[in-house]
């Protein structure tokens, strides 16, 4: 016989839906992250260009293909990212946009500005 237990379940993300500040502070660590794993890449760009010509033409190619610019555009989407939040939490260690309401804008303001700046970047280098 199997006893029904009446306490309700915990929430799943499936059915919850996490509020914008949860998200943004999700996003933060996943772009802290990705920044690390990123800068790892830079410096074997750089390494690779100072080795040689040959070398960095290999890179090159990688940098200059479809999966290249989808890599070097999610790079710069987690920059700014990183970097617009991180000017939320200064904000808020200013005393700045605590309350529920400003905070979910704060949120919502930083990943739009983020996407902004990211496509904007893009814009002006490929246009250069």
Excluded at 65 to 90: K, M, Q
Aim: with cysteine.
């Amino acid at each position: 016989m199997a006893s029904h237990d009446s306490r309700p379940l915990s929430p799943h993300l499936q059915i919850y839906k996490l509020p914008p500040t949860a998200l943004m502070s999700v996003l933060h660590r996943g772009t802290g992250v990705v920044l690390c794993i990123g800068t790892l890449f830079l410096v074997l760009v750089l390494a690779s260009a100072a080795v040689g010509a040959e070398n960095f033409a290999g890179t090159y190619n990688l940098l200059s293909s479809w999966f290249g610019y989808l890599v070097l555009f999610g790079f710069t989407f987690a920059l700014y990212a990183h970097f617009c939040n991180g000017i939320r939490h200064l904000l808020w260690d200013m005393g700045y946009g605590f309350d529920i309401s400003n905070a979910t804008k704060g949120a919502m303001a930083s990943f739009v500005a983020a996407l902004v700046l990211t496509v904007l970047t893009w814009i002006v280098a490929i246009a250069n």
